[in-house]
């Protein structure tokens, strides 16, 4: 179980919150930094993901390649536009933040904004996202993103009251706020104006051109209520050969090349969710059999299964069980060890208000009992939204 710490850091109001998960065996040292994108237009978002390729290059004072010529680095910063946020992280192999706090400073508060790394941001994002990411993210942009577009989300969004940070690692409680306070923000002004971002939107979810697919997804409580329980369910519906989707739709019905179950975030919540893949014509009446099918075998779970899901978070926490439903961000897993707990933490203080951790979650997994995770198991399969991609 992680001593956690919070601090907000009253003295000093250009800097953000700052969290503190300590891990006294950890190797690294994991930061994550979640920036709100409330109240963001069709048009800013897709500015926005143009944003996170630009930050992922590093800023001005840290280059990326400066970033990797640095001692002690052991994570390179990844940058991930989820749904109503942009999730940034490294590690350092080191038991002290310093290392880590300038470089966040300057990727986030002055990234390389320029025509060149914005046209290279929107080429990564023109590849083909995982299937997972696209069944799971509603649209995405088509269109040309400006510099301008980039700079002005970058004025709009990214400050001070909208910024969060959680580190966790081996260090000594305070070390983080201190080694954050030392750092250069230099904060932007905010934009002088207004302005209307017009990029063409389409969804991605209309349908696949590799697979016929059928999701379901059921929003959690906003108040992270129910979030281990999900978890529990999850490792039971959708994780591993022992899963009950894969018994049930890929070895029963010979239907699904893949099957997975999901746990994401947004900010509004959490989503607790199912994704099944087939070369096979799926319909709304095979869905619905499938589902029937699905309920048949949860109604059918153990004590035993539950514990068994209870060992697979253990394994998949300390790195040892490859397979995790929780994300970061759409078709990108969260991590073990201190590189989940940062995420897990910093997106938990957007979401819930506080920031629970993996293991602050883990620990809870005493509490649910059996018949509470086959009930929202059930209330998945009965109640989520179902959605149908057929293959083009």
């Known amino acids: 179980m992680p001593i956690l710490a919070s601090a907000w850091l009253l003295a000093q109001a250009a800097l953000p919150p700052v969290d503190e998960i300590y891990l006294p065996t950890s190797p690294v040292l994991a930061v994550a930094a979640v920036i709100d994108l409330k109240g963001a237009t069709d048009g800013e978002e897709a500015a926005l993901q143009v944003l996170a390729g630009c930050m992922e290059q590093g800023g001005k004072t840290y280059t990326r ?8 680095v052991a994570q390179l910063p990844v940058v991930e536009a ?22 966040l400073a300057s990727l986030i508060t002055e ?3 320029n025509e060149d790394s914005v046209a290279a941001a929107q080429s990564r994002l023109s590849v083909s996202p995982d299937l997972l990411r696209r069944v799971w993210r509603p649209v995405e942009f088509k269109g040309d993103v400006t510099e301008r577009d980039v700079q002005y989300v970058l004025r709009k969004f990214v400050r001070p009251e909208r910024v969060s940070f959680c580190l966790a690692g081996a260090f000594k409680a305070g070390d983080g706020v201190a080694a954050m306070r030392k750092a ?14 017009r990029h063409k939107r ?23 209520a129910g979030v281990s329980t999900a978890m529990l369910a999850a490792n039971l519906l959708g994780v591993g050969k022992a899963s009950t989707m894969f018994r049930v739709l890929r070895t029963d019905l010979a239907y699904s090349y893949r099957q ?4 994401l975030p947004t900010r509004e919540g959490w989503l607790l969710g199912l ?7 799926t319909t709304t009446e095979t869905v619905a059999a499938q589902r029937l099918r ?11 299964d539950l514990l068994r899901a209870k060992r697979q978070w253990l394994a998949a926490n300390d790195g040892v069980f490859p397979f995790d439903p929780a994300m970061s961000s759409p078709g990108i897993a969260i991590g073990d060890g201190a590189w989940g707990e940062s995420a897990m933490g910093a997106l938990n203080r957007l979401i819930i208000g506080r920031p629970l951790s993996r293991s602050m979650l883990l620990s809870m997994t005493d509490n649910p009992k059996i018949g509470d995770v086959r009930a929202l198991a059930t209330k998945l399969l009965t109640e989520g939204q179902v959605q149908i991609l057929p293959a083009r």
């Open 294 to 304: 699905l309920q048949e075998a949860v109604s059918k779970w153990t004590d035993a």
């Open 82 to 103: 989820g749904q109503g946020y942009l999730l940034i992280r490294m590690a350092v192999q080191t038991s002290t933040p310093d290392v880590a706090a300038p470089m």
């Open 184 to 197: 250069n923000w230099t904060w932007s002004d905010l934009p002088e104006r207004r302005e209307f971002l």
């Open 260 to 263: 997975e179950a999901t746990l």
């Open 275 to 281: 994704s099944a893949f087939s070369t096979q014509r």
């Open 65 to 72: 390649a400066a970033m990797a010529n640095t001692d002690g």
């Open 111 to 113: 990234p390389i904004v």
């Open 202 to 224: 389409f969804p991605l979810t209309t349908s696949l051109a590799e697979a016929n697919a059928w999701t379901t997804r059921l929003p959690l409580a906003k108040s992270g």
